[in-house]
């Protein structure tokens, strides 16, 4: 399994954009790349994934380095809601969806 | 938006006793899984279930649990005698196709607490 590296936590303005890095330099070449966040008191919940493009979606937006070997989660203008931890998992189909301690936002108001 | 259902959301039990926490997956999805997360750790694998069968389990996953789609509905996690270290939430999750271009949707969890 592709090994991933997230800052601990990152605080953010409300209202700001935020980017949120993760590094899977040992990604395989079918690996999709997923984000999860979980909000507080909350099960994990689905945020954004893909493979070599950028993808947008209602949630946030998903930057894939020409490499592969990183991304980042962009969350185009940060709300209180907004407010939890992200998780970046690298994942084949032959594999489950397997956590890492992930990155603790903060939103400050 | 479609969602995936747990109950209880809080259960408290006696060590020893059985336990059947319920999840009802999306309609249409094939693929069912149970996870759990002990208070202020990591959201862990316990198991994967496709076409009536267990695909893969993780170690913590052992003769005390067993995972169940006794009807079209509704998929279940026993344990059949709790331990105290078994208290944590446990999240049900489902995905319509095997592959890696889909999400998992979770359900909100069971916080499961042995007593």
């Known amino acids: 399994d592709a090994k991933t590296t997230q800052p601990n936590s990152m605080e953010s303005n409300e209202e700001e954009p935020v980017h949120l890095p993760c590094n899977h330099s040992?990604?395989?070449?079918?690996?999709?790349i997923h984000w999860y966040r979980q909000l507080p008191s909350q099960g994990p919940e689905y945020v954004i994934h893909g493979l070599t493009s950028n993808v947008n979606n209602r949630m946030a937006s998903l930057a894939i380095a020409e490499d592969r070997k990183s991304s980042t989660l962009i969350l185009h203008r940060a709300t209180l809601r907004d407010a939890a931890v992200y998780y970046c998992?690298?994942?084949?189909?032959?594999?489950?969806?397997?956590f890492g301690t992930g990155t603790r936002l903060t939103v400050i108001p | 938006e479609p969602e995936v259902t747990q109950t209880p959301s809080h259960q408290v039990t006696q060590m020893g006793q059985e336990v059947i926490l319920r999840c009802v997956p999306i309609s249409n999805h094939l693929y069912f899984y149970w996870y759990r997360q002990i208070l202020g750790q990591k959201v862990e694998f316990l198991v994967s279930f496709y076409n009536n069968e267990i695909s893969e389990k993780s170690e913590i996953f052992d003769d005390q649990f067993s995972v169940e789609r006794p009807d079209g509905s509704n998929f279940t996690l026993k344990i059949r005698s709790t331990k105290l270290e078994d208290s944590a939430m446990y999240f049900c999750a489902s995905k319509k196709t095997g592959g890696a271009n889909y999400g998992y949707t979770f359900g909100s969890g069971t916080r499961l607490t042995v007593v």
């Open positions: 998992i690298p994942l084949t189909g032959a594999n489950n969806l397997f």
């Open positions: 040992t990604i395989s070449g079918t690996d999709y």
